[in-house]
C-alpha cells in the first residue's frame, strides 16, 4: 500500500491499495476494471470490510455478561445480498416499512430475527408484520399502541414488543436532523412525562401483547458516548422504578446505533469494539445499580456497519473553469444518489481512480449532474486536473446514499456490486428506463424510441 492510500486508510475499506501504476484497487479488483464493465455511477461494496466491522461489534459484545444479539439496521442500505450476508453473519435486520421487511424475507433473514421500527406504522405494515412473524415490535407511541392491540385481538395473536423510549438525551456532537432522543423529538414515549410508564401498563393490562423490554436510539452519527451512558441510566432507573410497582421485567434492551464513522481525514475515529464494550459496560452496570437481572443486549448499527465498505465511482463529464473564481469538475452522478452533502452539510474527499503523477494537483468543486445549484458533492476536492473522462472515487459512500437516492430529473439508480477476493457480485442492477416507466399510467405498450 503506497503511502498515498496508508494516510486515507481509516476511510477507505480495508482492502483498499494503489498499484504501480496508479489504479485503485479494491477487494482484489481494479475499479477502473469495474466502472469499464458495470459503468459509472456505480457504487460497490468492500465484503472484507463489512465482515471486519461485525467482528469489531461481536468483540466489544463479549464485555457483557449476557445475552446479546446485533442487528442491521437496514435504512442505512438495503440489498438482497448485504441482507444474505449479514443474515449468514447470524446479524437480524432493523427494518421501518413493508418494504424493507419484504427485502429482508426475500434474502431469507428468517422472521424471528426481523423488527419493526418507525414513528407513524400503518395498520397494514403492522398487520404484514405479524402475518411475517416478527420477531419485535418496537412500539414508539400510545396510537401505534392501540392499533397493535385492535389487530392482535382480530388475530388472536400474542405480539411480542419492545417500547420504544425516549430518555430526554440531546447528543450535540451530531447534525440536529440526525438527533432523537431530546423531549422534543418525533420519535418515542418521553419518560419524563409519564407517558412511557402508561404505555408499560397499558402493556401489562393486555394479553395479547408481550412487553419484553425497552429500546432507545438517540442519534446517529455520534462520537460522544456519554449521551449513551446518560441515556442507559434514564432507562434503568424508569425500570427499576416499574419493577417495583408492577409485575414488570426488563428481558431486553437495547441502545440502538449512532456510532459515527470518519468521513475524512479530519474526523475523529471511534474504536467500533471499544465503544460497544463501554456501552455493555453501562448497560451491565446500569442493570445491577437498579437491581435487575441482565436483560439481553440488543445493538442495532447502520452506518458503522457498512459506510466505510460503501466507495462511489463516478466519471467526469464536463470540467468548467472560472479562471480566479473556481474550476467545477461535473460528475454522472450527484444528489440523486447521494443527497447528504446537501441536506446535512456533509463533507466526503474525492480520490482519483487512477493517479496521474504528471498532471499537477487542482483544488476544484466537485458537482453532480441534477439541476439544482446545490447538488455539490466535495465543494474542496484536490484532483489531478482533471479531464472528462476521468474517473473519481468517493469513499464512505455505504450508508444512507443509495438508501436516500432519488429519481430527481428521472435519473436512474445506480448500479451496486460487492467486491470480496478478485470477485464481483452484482447486487443491482443499475435502473432502466423502463423501470422508471413501469408505474406510469396510460402508456402501456407505447414506444419511448
Ligand atoms: C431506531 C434506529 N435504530 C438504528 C439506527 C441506525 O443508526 P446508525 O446508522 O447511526 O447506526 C437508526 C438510525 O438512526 C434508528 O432510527
Ligand atoms: N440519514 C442520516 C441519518 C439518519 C439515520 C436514521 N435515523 C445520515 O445520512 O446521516
Not at 311 to 333: N, W
Request: aromatic letters at 8%.
Amino acid at each position: 500500500m503506497c503511502g498515498f492510500v496508508a494516510e486515507r486508510a481509516h476511510i477507505l475499506p480495508e482492502t483498499a491499495r494503489r498499484d504501480e501504476s496508479g489504479q485503485l484497487w479494491t477487494g482484489g479488483v481494479p475499479l477502473p476494471r469495474l466502472a469499464e464493465q458495470y459503468g459509472t455511477p456505480l457504487y460497490l461494496y468492500d465484503v472484507a470490510t463489512i465482515r471486519a466491522a461485525i467482528a469489531a461489534y461481536r468483540h466489544g459484545l463479549e464485555s457483557y455478561p449476557g445475552e446479546t444479539a446485533l442487528v442491521y439496521a437496514a435504512k442505512a442500505f438495503a440489498a438482497v445480498g448485504l441482507l444474505r450476508l449479514l443474515a449468514s453473519e447470524g446479524l437480524g435486520v432493523d427494518c421501518v416499512s413493508e418494504g424493507e421487511l419484504a427485502l429482508a424475507r426475500a434474502a431469507g433473514v428468517p422472521a424471528e430475527r426481523l423488527v419493526l421500527h418507525g414513528n407513524n406504522k400503518s395498520e397494514e405494515e403492522l398487520r404484514f408484520a405479524l402475518e411475517l412473524g416478527v420477531g419485535r415490535i418496537v412500539v414508539d407511541n400510545h396510537d401505534e399502541l392501540e392499533r397493535l392491540v385492535a389487530i392482535a385481538r382480530s388475530t388472536g395473536k400474542t405480539v411480542p414488543i419492545l417500547l420504544r423510549l425516549n430518555p430526554g438525551v440531546e447528543p450535540h456532537d451530531t447534525h440536529a436532523y440526525r438527533r432523537t432522543g431530546q423531549l422534543d423529538s418525533k420519535f418515542g414515549l418521553p419518560i419524563v412525562t409519564g407517558d412511557a410508564e402508561a404505555a408499560v401498563a397499558r402493556c401489562l393490562s393486555t394479553p395479547e401483547l408481550a412487553l419484553l423490554g425497552f429500546h432507545v436510539h438517540i442519534g446517529s452519527q455520534l462520537f460522544d458516548l456519554i449521551p449513551y451512558q446518560r441515556a442507559i441510566e434514564q432507562v434503568f432507573a424508569f425500570a427499576g422504578e416499574l419493577s417495583r410497582r408492577f409485575a414488570f421485567s426488563l428481558r431486553e434492551f437495547s441502545p440502538g446505533g449512532g456510532f459515527g464513522i470518519p468521513y475524512t481525514t479530519e474526523d475523529p475515529v471511534l474504536d467500533l469494539a471499544e465503544a460497544t464494550a463501554q456501552v455493555s459496560r453501562w448497560v451491565a452496570e446500569a442493570a445491577s445499580m437498579a437491581g435487575l437481572p441482565l436483560p439481553r443486549l440488543v445493538l442495532e448499527p447502520g452506518r458503522s456497519l457498512v459506510g466505510r465498505a460503501g466507495m462511489a465511482l463516478y466519471r467526469v463529464g464536463s470540467v468548467k473553469r472560472l479562471p480566479g473564481i473556481r474550476t467545477y469538475v461535473a460528475v454522472d452522478g450527484g444528489m440523486a444518489d447521494n443527497i447528504r452533502p446537501a441536506l446535512y452539510g456533509a463533507r466526503y474527499l474525492a480520490l482519483p481512480v487512477i493517479e496521474r503523477a504528471d498532471r499537477r494537483r487542482e483544488r476544484v468543486t466537485l458537482v453532480g449532474k441534477y439541476c439544482e445549484s446545490g447538488d455539490v458533492l466535495v465543494r474542496d476536492a484536490v484532483l489531478p486536473e482533471p479531464v472528462p473522462g476521468d474517473l473519481v472515487a468517493i469513499p464512505v459512500a455505504g450508508a444512507y446514499c443509495l438508501a436516500m437516492a432519488s429519481n430527481y430529473n428521472l435519473a436512474r439508480r445506480p448500479v451496486v456490486v460487492a467486491l470480496e477476493a478478485g470477485r464481483v457480485e452484482l447486487w443491482q442492477r443499475r435502473e432502466t428506463i423502463a423501470d422508471l416507466l413501469a408505474r406510469e399510467a396510460g402508456i402501456e405498450g407505447a414506444r419511448y424510441r
